[in-house]
């Protein structure tokens, strides 16, 4: 019977083999104990006979059961429970006659004594234990913290200056392959794994032999873009910047027709003009910002408009920036190589003739020259108050303006160097910065960019020659023809797009670092908010500087532009800005100005801006690609959702429901998986890979399918730091005031609920996922 108990205890439900190899070594020690006190009394006869009827059954017991070797129990509160509970659980393991009342008390008096002194044992041993793991839980969490601080306290400013210095000394050359080789070089020799070039040829639309120029019907008088007149001289000897201050992919030829001042060009300007003027086949004087160039152009070309002068006004300028006389270009290219759009230039694909994006004659001018249209220019500075650039409504000005461009093919070069990860390799973060491509404007802050990732490499590398190695792969990308339209990062995007799709964690963007030396601005997704708020807290801690945080989900002109839109990647951005900058109109950096490095000395004279982007933006990608789950914050997402239906536009009960509905499936999903997740003592390595395949693809549901030239794609990115309304919302409603029909906007709603839909669906999905996992292993 003895036995069978046992065997019995073995077959319970969620009972311990532990706790049976327990109760058997206690059985055996007391067994011991009772042979020892039987050898010094009468009836050792017996004994023996009783001893050997248990040894028989004893081996016939292990032989039926198959018992594994006795181990120390690993908890000795099992056992005491039951000691406590069943009043004959020691007969069943001694013999069934005692020879005393003495012996026998003496027996229970030792086995309840063992039981205690295990029992307390065990709790001793279990609080250890506890202590200890959250002991290391906490220092692991502090051993990484040093640990990117000591891979970031190498990164020094004067390292950054000279690697910058050395850079600008090469992008006199008329090839960017120096450039590319350089880099290559350099990278390599620090010590980065698979450093390769990644080539496309790609239609490139180029500026003509001599300068655009705008005539002044009245006068004669001809002018360049930058104001100054024309001139057989200035013809033959035209600078590179006079060249370059054009829109690539415009339409080229002559117009000759009447100026029209569209200020912004939105649409209660147009609407306003064309009930005033006949618009067609005119020239619209149209100032840059507010809104996407893309979208302006396309609302200028509906109305009938033939050509567009454009201009920054110096009023949306910061007072430190005079770039009255200089002048800027602009492409209308929206991503890519034109002549392959949604599809790779590789060998063999096929190609669409395609020399012009838009029917439009589109020419960047300087404000300078804009003052010379001006009937009667004035003093602009009124009260040190900035009067903004008007031509008055009653006064005609015909003017004819020439454009040239040359269209062809030309090799654009990408560098990109591999990280490989230590436990996920197949897992990315994309580092991004651009270099100097041949045939474009003079600009010479990409040596900025190009400085900082590779001041970040050499730091990490130094780390990873002394054997460590990040969780996952770290993706270094220095792009080209960025200022085509993003076409290097285009194009290997759409190359390696299928790999991408499911391997890409986070996109970390150096593309304009240090742009002013007044605000730290920061651009995050929503998931990444809070992370980025941590490290600007800490960083200006350390500093004893700490700001207000500047930090905000807003389109951006950046290489990031396809891993944003078209693989709905999380992405952050770090820069340094002028605070007018940051006050003044959106999308004033359409325009492409060619920055001297004098200039960009003169604003960071000690690389000390340089060092912070690299550091902030080093730390970022570190604790991106270590961490064990990912830094993303769900949550921060449905907010992001819910703040954005807020406002005057019109919303459905479906939205706000469903908003609703996003935000509670979030929640639960932050706290019930989350947050375990996080915690050492809960972590299992498959339930950490689910829960990071579901926070890498959370912003893939707001990816839309059709929206205005120029819009993001992804929704969850607002037009400018001013507005929190879903942006395709917004221009549906204030496309709608002009019509009779709705259809644009039930157009725009349907694809807003769609998003949300799939996102809170896509929640529930992963908390039905884990459930399942749950039940399983129950």
Request: negative net charge; contains cysteine; hydrophobic residues 35%.
């Amino acid at each position: 019977m003895a036995y069978q108990k046992v065997n019995a205890d073995r077959r319970a439900p969620g009972h311990s083999q532990y706790l049976d190899n327990d109760d058997l070594q206690a059985t055996a020690l007391d067994l011991e104990w009772d042979m020892e006190k039987e050898l010094e009394e009468p009836g050792f006869d017996q004994f023996q006979l009783d001893s050997a009827e248990n040894q028989n059954l004893e081996n016939s017991e292990t032989a039926d059961l198959n018992l594994d070797p006795i181990q120390p129990a690993t908890s000795p509160k099992g056992r005491f429970q039951r000691l406590q509970e069943e009043s004959d659980y020691v007969t069943h393991y001694t013999r069934s006659a005692p020879k005393s009342n003495p012996c026998n008390f003496c027996r229970l008096l030792k086995i309840f004594c063992t039981a205690i002194i295990l029992f307390i044992s065990g709790i001793l041993i279990g609080y250890y234990t506890h202590k200890n793991c959250s002991s290391n839980a906490t220092s692991s969490g502090t051993l990484d913290l040093q640990l990117y601080q000591e891979i970031l306290k190498t990164i020094q400013a004067e390292d950054i200056r000279k690697s910058f210095r050395n850079l600008v000394q090469l992008y006199k050359s008329e090839n960017d392959i120096e450039i590319s080789k350089k880099i290559k070089t350099q990278w390599t020799s620090l010590g980065l794994e698979d450093v390769q070039f990644v080539n496309y040829s790609v239609l490139l639309n180029l500026p003509g032999t001599s300068p655009s120029s705008v005539t002044l019907s009245s006068s004669g008088q001809c002018f360049h873009p930058n104001g100054q007149p024309c001139s057989e001289e200035a013809r033959q000897h035209s600078s590179q910047d006079l060249l370059y201050s054009y829109a690539a992919y415009s339409a080229s030829g002559t117009l000759k027709a009447e100026v029209i001042d569209v200020s912004y060009g939105n649409a209660d300007d147009l609407n306003r003009i064309k009930k005033m003027k006949n618009v067609t086949n005119q020239i619209a004087l149209l100032k840059l910002g507010k809104l996407p160039l893309l979208y302006k152009l396309s609302l200028l070309e509906k109305a009938g408009f033939g050509g567009v002068l454009l201009y920054i006004d110096p009023c949306d300028l910061p007072k430190t920036a005079n770039l009255s006389y200089d002048t800027f270009m602009v492409s209308l290219n929206p991503g890519g190589d034109p002549s392959t759009p949604g599809y790779p230039s590789i060998d063999g694909s096929f190609r669409q003739n395609r020399s012009n994006l838009t029917s439009l004659l589109v020419q960047p001018i300087s404000a300078s020259l804009v003052a010379k249209l001006l009937s009667s220019p004035k003093d602009r500075i009124t009260h040190s108050a900035c009067s903004p650039l008007e031509l008055p409504n009653n006064e005609e000005r015909i003017v004819s303006m020439q454009i040239q461009t040359v269209t062809k093919f030309e090799t654009v070069t990408n560098v990109v160097g591999y990280l490989k990860g230590s436990t996920s390799p197949d897992r990315y973060i994309i580092v991004g910065s651009r270099h100097h491509t041949a045939y474009s404007y003079n600009g010479q802050e990409w040596a900025s960019s190009t400085a900082i990732i590779t001041a970040f490499i050499r730091a990490l590398m130094l780390r990873v020659k002394r054997g460590w190695r990040p969780d996952r792969t770290i993706v270094f990308c220095s792009w080209g023809g960025t200022a085509f339209g993003n076409i290097g990062s285009y194009e290997w995007g759409e190359d390696f797009k299928k790999v991408l799709q499911k391997n890409v964690v986070a996109y970390v963007s150096l593309h304009s670092p240090v742009s002013g030396n007044s605000s730290l601005y920061s651009v995050a997704s929503p998931s990444l908010q809070q992370l980025v708020a941590e490290k600007n807290n800490f960083n200006c801690s350390r500093r004893g500087q700490c700001p207000e945080t500047n930090i905000s989900s807003v389109q951006m002109q950046d290489d990031a532009d396809y891993f944003i839109n078209h693989l709905g990647v999380p992405t952050v951005r770090f820069t340094y800005e002028d605070i007018k900058a940051l006050e003044g109109p959106s999308f004033l950096s359409e325009g492409f100005f060619p920055k001297r490095a004098t200039k960009i000395e003169e604003m960071d004279p000690f690389f000390n801006l340089h060092e912070t982007i690299t550091k902030l933006s080093g730390e970022v990608i570190l604790q991106i690609a270590n961490e064990p789950v990912l830094p993303f914050n769900a949550l921060d997402i449905a907010l992001e959702v819910q703040n954005s239906l807020k406002g005057d536009q019109p919303n459905t009960p479906q939205l706000l429901a469903l908003a609703s509905r996003l935000r509670e499936s979030a929640e639960l999903f932050q706290s019930d998986e989350m947050r375990p997740a996080n915690d050492p003592k809960e972590r299992a390595p498959i339930r950490v890979r689910m829960l990071n395949e579901v926070l890498q693809d959370m912003e893939k549901s707001f990816l839309v399918q059709h929206a205005p030239p120029g819009f993001y794609r992804n929704i969850l990115y607002h037009l400018d730091g001013k507005t929190s309304q879903f942006s395709i919302l917004l221009e549906a409603w204030e496309h709608c005031k002009s019509l009779a029909s709705n259809e644009t906007l039930q157009e725009a709603l349907s694809e807003v609920l769609n998003s949300i839909n799939a996102a809170q669906v896509y929640f529930k999905a992963g908390l039905d996922v884990f459930e399942s996992v749950l039940v399983g292993k129950n």
